[in-house]
T-cell receptor, first 113, second 114 residues
Framework: TQLLEQSPQFLSIQEGENLTVYCNSS?????LQWYRQEPGEGPVLLVT?????EVKKLKRLTFQFGDARKDSSLHITAAQPGDTGLYLC?????????????FGQGTTLQVKP | DVKVTQSSRYLVKRTGEKVFLECVQD?????MFWYRQDPGLGLRLIYF???????EKGDIPEGYSVSREKKERFSLILESASTNQTSMYLC?????????????FGDGTRLSIL
């Protein structure tokens, strides 16, 4: 069974601080997706990383896929209250026609003004 | 924009009832998924479907069934609701053509079984 371990599960920081969320597995994934979920809404895709070692930036968010495609990280620079939410990593599994994802447990981020 | 619509935001049912959760997507996606979301456990896949009338079990199918009679609609059925099925249920859809396609989610149904 493929598992994704996400850490930390909870993070409460002050506005302006930096943070990193980790997503680790012993399995290789074809891709890694990061989603953000706000209260009362479904998860929304932030980014997909596909190639080992790939780095993608989305404003103050930097996503990295490990060289061996077993882990990923999300780094937020100068966090703002609008970054508050649940962050989920998800790895692509199964055959290409199913689009199945395995999700991590999620990281709840609270950014205080 | 892709729209995935779940029929109810909140639902309260009694133990033993048969419960139907409905999901409709408007982007002609082949794949559709049902998850339950519980604190500290992330999203766990209940069932998914990659075509009309096709379905496959996910990681936690016990106590649930699904129906996909039309491409745009995917229903989750709790055959005899139990209190341990109290949870947030999320529906999602995606294109079939690539394993790297994002999933598009509805806003969820918070189901309470009393």
């Amino acid at each position: 069974t493929q598992l994704l371990e996400q850490s930390p599960q909870f993070l409460s920081i002050q506005e302006g601080e930096n943070l990193t969320v980790y997503c680790n597995s012993s399995s290789v994934f074809s891709s890694l997706q990061w989603y953000r979920q706000e209260p009362g809404e479904g998860p929304v895709l932030l980014v997909t990383v596909v190639t080992g070692g790939e780095v993608k930036k989305l404003k103050r968010l930097t996503f990295q896929f490990g060289d061996a495609r077993k882990d990923s990280s999300l780094h937020i620079t100068a966090a703002q209250p609008g970054d508050t939410g649940l962050y989920l990593c998800a790895g692509g599994v199964g055959s290409s026609n199913t689009g199945k994802l395995i999700f991590g447990q999620g990281t709840t981020l609270q950014v205080k003004p | 924009d892709v729209k995935v619509t779940q029929s109810s935001r909140y639902l309260v049912k009694r133990t033993g009832e048969k419960v139907f959760l409905e999901c409709v997507q408007d982007m002609d996606h082949e794949n559709m998924f049902w998850y339950r979301q519980d604190p500290g456990l992330g999203l766990r896949l209940i069932y998914f479907s990659y075509d009309v009338k096709m379905k496959e079990k996910g990681d936690i199918p016990e106590g649930y069934s699904v129906s996909r009679e039309k491409k745009e609609r995917f229903s989750l059925i709790l055959e005899s609701a139990s209190t341990n099925q109290t949870s947030m249920y999320l529906c999602a859809s995606s294109f079939v053509h690539s394993i790297n396609q994002p999933q598009h989610f509805g806003d969820g149904t918070r189901l309470s079984i009393l």
